[in-house]
């Protein structure tokens, strides 16, 4: 089978990080890391893999996947998850996340 019919793009608009990358909540960071590398190969804008899909698609998936990875690495807070220890940047981090374009 297909990388793609093994992880397909969640069709919801907040899919979580978790959702995107087909894992579980108790994931290892090795985990995240080897999906993450699988679904550039597949998402990437400029992937053979995604020619089928339109280029802001590819894009706006290419966004949410980068995304979804610095949260699952914790490199940036995830605007879903509430946490009362919020920097000034972590505040301004989690409001672009919130504006960022919706996903189609």
Do not use: C, M, W
Not at 13 to 37: C, T, V
């Amino acid at each position: 089978s297909s990388t793609s019919s093994k992880f397909p793009f969640p069709a919801g608009r907040n899919a979580s990080p978790h959702q995107i990358f087909h894992l579980p909540k108790g994931a290892s960071q090795e985990q995240i890391k080897s999906r993450y590398y699988d679904l550039v190969k597949l998402y990437h804008p400029d992937s053979i893999l995604a020619r089928t899909i339109s280029s802001e698609q590819r894009n706006l998936r290419f966004q949410a996947i980068t995304t979804a990875y610095e949260i699952l690495r914790r490199r940036v807070p995830d605007p879903r998850r509430p946490n009362t220890h919020k920097s000034t940047d972590d505040i301004i981090r989690a409001e672009l996340y919130r504006r960022r374009p919706a996903k189609q």
